[in-house]
Antibody, heavy 123, light 110 residues
Framework: EVQLVESGGGLVQPGGSLRLSCAAS????????MHWVRQAPGKGLEWLSY????????NDADSVKGRFTISRDNAKNSLFLQMNSLRAEDTAVYYC????????????????WGQGTLVTVSS | QSVLTQPPSASGTPGQRVTISCSGS????????VNWYLQVPGTAPKILIY???QRPSGVPDRFSASKSGTSASLAISGLQSEDEAVYHC???????????FGGGTMLTVL
């Protein structure tokens, strides 16, 4: 059974840092591209960061570029999100999600999501 | 402000057919496939439809979707009380080089 379990969320002051982790199991982690997506209270989903299966390629949304860093450890089946210079508007539930590819045309979609970890940025 | 536009709410009675729209632009829905996610409030999203109209195993065929131009729609037939949830559309945007989503549509079964 595929499982993604996030951890590391909590209350942090503006300007502070936090490191989120996502433990993956039930699939060959090293062969899948992974992402972080967040959801602010009462809002829609916002894509944040992408990392290739090898970890050599990353891409970030403009809203977090230069502040958040995605990384992975394939030996430990783990995905990470280092968040620096946190702002009140970063308050959200953070999800790690796996990307799969359609057999029809290779288009991507997020097929498994973790339960999420809440990050609250407040003084 | 979400890149894709969805109505904030929709409703229907049991057994009814309901559709939810998702509007975008050439750079996202116009040139790429659309995925739909279901989220029961307080829980994580789940994939419902991928590649415009493909259903993962376990998703009943009451759920279907389509795309035309820069818009997509999700249809739910034979509405059931357990369908009450938030429905999100998502697509790759090749201009932004980002994955983009709609704001989500809260479906209420009356």
């Amino acid at each position: 059974e595929v499982q993604l379990v996030e951890s590391g969320g909590g209350l942090v002051q503006p300007g502070g840092s936090l490191r989120l982790s996502c433990a993956a199991s039930g699939f060959t982690f090293s062969t899948y591209e992974m992402h972080w997506v967040r959801q602010a209270p009462g809002k829609g989903l916002e894509w944040l960061s992408y990392i290739s299966s090898s970890g050599k390629s990353v891409n970030d949304a403009d809203s977090v570029k230069g502040r958040f860093t995605i990384s992975r450890d394939n030996a430990k089946n783990s995905l990470f999100l280092q968040m620096n210079s946190l702002r009140a508007e970063d308050t959200a539930v953070y999800y790690c999600t796996r990307e799969s590819r359609s057999a029809i045309d290779g288009s991507g979609y997020f097929d498994y999501w973790g339960q999420g970890t809440l990050v609250t940025v407040s003084s | 402000q979400s890149v894709l536009t969805q109505p904030p709410s929709a409703s229907g009675t049991p057994g009814q057919r309901v559709t939810i729209s998702c509007s975008g632009s050439t750079s996202n829905i116009g040139r790429n496939t659309v995925n739909w996610y279901l989220q029961v409030p307080g829980t994580a999203p789940k994939i419902l439809i991928y590649n415009i109209n493909q259903r993962p195993s376990g998703v009943p065929d009451r759920f279907s979707a389509s795309k035309s131009g820069t818009s997509a729609s999700l249809a739910i037939s034979g509405l059931q009380s357990e369908d009450e949830a938030v429905y999100h559309c998502g697509a790759w945007d090749e201009s932004l080089n980002d994955w983009v989503f709609g704001g989500g549509t809260m479906l209420t079964v009356l």
